[in-house]
Structure formats: structure tokens, C-alpha cells
């Protein structure tokens, strides 16, 4: 049996048990709106869909091209169903973007990779005494734990682990899949429903004396956990997971490959109401040769994947309840160095966002003609983009949860609403 299951904090430890015995914005107006609008998050069907760019895209050759500059490059822009102009190598994704917009003044501070992947996840620069969660986990928690009828995970990553669900518990981690919706190496190659069942039921027994003995939080998490398990043997939903049970023609749309079989996979869960999937497209730190690189493969494999994915959520009637984000850990330089690559860059970069009842095909911020500075009067921060989304998707955005120690904890750190985009 190869069945998809919940990973993320101590995902090894949970599979050896399983096979042996989770700014503020000045407009008055605007600000009465997200109150009535938050009051409390409702049993609806909105979910979430974050193409995750592992690795940092250079942005300037995509979404904010300079044809101008010497740091341009060798892509030319294009019109598009919005306001805006992108690269001509996504001339699918050109025909969508009424559908999306760009945000063209991101600036962080995070240009390392493993702590621009912790802030872009979490809207919280890494810290030696806290695990935050990333927003997936919020989400999971705010909505999914409300969603009675889901009987599969809440928060499904497809093709790379997002992090520890943190002070939110091991319920609300990550479920960790390939784009076929698999999981391997779970050490569970012939084992019935039976066998396993029986397994948890002597797991159950121990650790329910461990809770007993007042040990702290873990044993009952890990508790919940095993239960999901033995749920998701019987449960109809699984199918969600089954991508090859598309139509051949539709399969062929998103592309015969991980990036397109993972948005295809979103898709079918979002359509069951798991209401956070991430889906992680790697390959983009482009230190070299990144021109070709991207005309030959990254971008291809994104403009037919991604275009797929909006006209899919649209003809299903899903866009409006399917809040859709496209970003990495930072951009890329735009100067173009010796190897003809970019290098990693911070302070002036752009992220793509749309769907859920959000604006489409508008650009919100400006950068100088030479992409080096955000040039309008407003910088965003990763909060600002998660909170958006839980603006989107009925999240109260000031939320605040408490860390391990009692600590109070803001959901999105900082972060408010994109004004230009509600």
C-alpha cells in the first residue's frame, strides 16, 4: 500500500511507530470593511493554493522585466489580459493574469535560502527559541479543524516539506506527498487494513496511560494523529489523491511532469475542501546560464501548468473560492554576473497573488528603471501577503495564537491586508 501520510515535525518517528507497534493600513473605510468582513471564519469551501518556487525565481526576467537596462536581459515583454506586462516566455499565463495580480514591491531582509524559505512560510525571521508554523498550518487550524466533513489532511504540501507546524501541534502539520500523491519508504508494503488497525489499537493503549501520567502535549497530538491515519484507510475522499484518474486530455494540459501533476493534484483537493495545498516547484537559483535555463525548461513548465490551473478553477466555477499564490524565498540580482546568472536578491522583487474574491490584473508597487529599489511608497513584507490571504479567505488577520512558553504570537506577525487588492 502506498498511502499519503501526515509528516512534518518528527515524520520518521511517526512512520517507525506506524510499521512497528500540524502594518497597519490608514483608510478608515478600508479598515471597517476587513473588521465586518473577519468577524469570525465560517464553514465555507475557500481554500488555498501556494506554488512555491524553491530557490529564489529572478522575478526581473518574469513578472517586472527592465528592456531598458542593462540588467534586462534576453526577455521581452508582453501584453497581458491585465494591466501589466510579463515575460514573453509565458504567453499561456499572459492570457490568465485578468485573473492575477503582481505585487512589484516585495522587499525583505532574507536572502539566504534556508531563512527566506522560514520567512516568505512563516512572516517571522527565524528565532532560536520559537518554531513558528507556516501559514498552511494556520490555515489548517483556523478552517480546517471547522471542516467536519474532511476526513482527509488540511494542510497538504506536494513535493517538499514546508516546516513544523510549531505551537500549533502536530494535528495541524504538513501532509507530505509527491506529485502522484504518494508517500514512500513508509515501511507498510503489504500490510491489510486489518493489520494496521490492529497496530494502532495497541498504540492507542500505550499512549493513552502515557497521557494519563500528565506527560504534556505531544502523546495526545501524536493520538490524534494515529486516529486521522486509520481514518483516511476507509475514506472515500483517498481518491482525491488518485491524479491519474484525470481524463488524458486534462492531464496533458497541466504537463506530464512533477510541477503540473502537483497543481493538477491541487486542484482535486481543493475541489474536496482540503483548504491549503502547497505545491513546490524547485530548480530556480540560477547562478548560472539562467537565461537558457529558464527558456527551456523552468519557464515552459510553469506557463503551462500554471494558465492550466486558472482556466481549470474557472470553468469549475472555483476561482472565486481558490485564493491562488505564486512566490519564492527572495528574487535575484539584477545585475547579471560573470556566469550569466543571478544571484540572490531581497530587496526588490515581486510575488503573484489572485483568486478567492481578491483583484485581478493589476500591479501594486513600482521599482526603479534599473529593478534595483522599490520606488513607490510602499513596501510588503510576507505578512502583508498572508494576511491578504486570510483576509480572502474570512481569517480573522488579528489572530494571535501562544507559543509553547505562553508567549502571545500574531498570526501574520506585522502583516495587513493589500489595500489595492481587496
Not at 502522484?180 to 496511560?209: C, D, F, W, Y
Not at 481578491?358 to 534599473?370: N, Y
Not at 511608497?377 to 495564537?401: L, S
Request: proline fraction near 6%.
Amino acid at each position: 500500500m502506498n498511502l499519503p501520510f501526515p509528516t512534518g515535525m518528527n515524520r520518521r518517528h511517526f512512520l517507525r511507530h506506524l510499521a512497528t507497534s500540524a502594518a497597519t493600513v490608514p483608510a478608515l473605510q478600508f479598515m471597517s470593511h476587513l473588521e465586518t468582513h473577519a468577524a469570525e471564519v465560517k464553514s465555507n469551501q475557500k481554500s488555498c493554493i501556494l506554488m512555491w518556487m524553491s530557490g529564489g525565481p529572478p522575478t526581473i526576467d518574469i513578472w517586472d522585466l527592465k528592456p531598458n537596462s542593462t540588467n534586462g536581459g534576453e526577455f521581452k515583454p508582453i501584453s497581458t489580459a491585465g494591466d501589466f506586462q510579463i515575460t514573453e516566455a509565458l504567453p499561456e499565463t499572459a492570457k490568465i493574469m485578468n485573473n492575477l495580480s503582481i505585487v512589484r514591491s516585495m522587499s525583505t531582509r532574507e536572502a539566504d535560502h534556508d531563512r527566506g524559505r522560514y520567512y516568505l512560510h512563516t512572516s517571522f525571521v527565524p528565532n532560536p527559541t520559537v518554531t513558528h508554523p507556516p501559514f498552511g498550518s494556520v490555515v489548517s487550524k483556523e478552517i480546517g479543524e471547522r471542516r467536519q466533513d474532511l476526513s482527509i489532511p488540511s494542510f497538504v504540501a506536494v513535493g517538499g516539506s514546508p516546516g513544523s507546524p510549531g505551537y500549533l501541534g502536530m494535528s495541524n502539520a504538513p501532509f507530505i506527498v509527491d506529485s502522484n500523491g504518494r508517500i514512500q519508504n513508509a515501511n507498510m508494503e503489504g500490510m491489510s487494513p486489518e493489520q494496521m488497525q490492529s497496530r494502532l489499537a495497541m498504540l492507542k493503549t500505550v499512549e493513552t496511560q502515557f497521557i494519563g501520567s500528565n506527560r504534556g502535549k505531544m502523546p495526545q497530538d501524536h493520538q490524534d494523529i494515529y486516529r486521522k491515519a486509520l481514518t483516511l484507510l476507509y475514506s472515500d475522499q483517498m481518491t482525491a489523491f488518485e491524479v491519474a484518474q484525470e481524463p488524458e486530455e486534462v492531464q496533458e494540459a497541466y504537463g506530464r511532469n512533477n510541477f503540473g501533476r502537483g497543481l493538477l493534484l491541487a486542484r482535486r483537493l481543493a475541489e474536496c475542501g482540503v483548504p491549503f495545498i502547497e505545491v513546490d516547484m524547485g530548480g530556480w537559483d540560477l547562478h548560472q546560464d539562467v537565461f537558457n535555463q529558464l527558456r527551456t525548461d523552468r519557464l515552459p513548465t510553469m506557463d503551462k501548468a500554471m494558465s492550466a490551473l486558472v482556466k481549470d478553477l474557472t470553468d469549475r466555477g472555483m476561482l472565486d473560492n481558490t485564493v491562488l499564490v505564486w512566490m519564492g524565498e527572495f528574487g535575484r540580482t539584477p545585475r547579471i554576473n560573470q556566469n550569466t546568472g543571478r544571484d540572490h536578491w531581497a530587496r526588490s522583487w515581486s510575488t503573484v497573488i489572485g483568486g478567492g474574491g481578491l483583484k485581478g490584473g493589476i500591479a501594486v508597487g513600482e521599482t526603479d528603471s534599473e529593478g534595483i529599489e522599490v520606488v513607490s511608497d510602499k513596501t510588503y513584507q510576507p505578512g502583508d501577503i498572508w494576511a491578504t490571504v486570510a483576509h480572502a479567505m474570512g481569517i480573522p488577520v488579528d489572530r494571535e495564537y501562544r507559543s509553547a512558553n505562553g508567549r502571545p504570537m500574531k498570526m501574520v506577525n506585522a502583516g495587513a491586508p493589500i489595500a489595492d487588492l481587496i
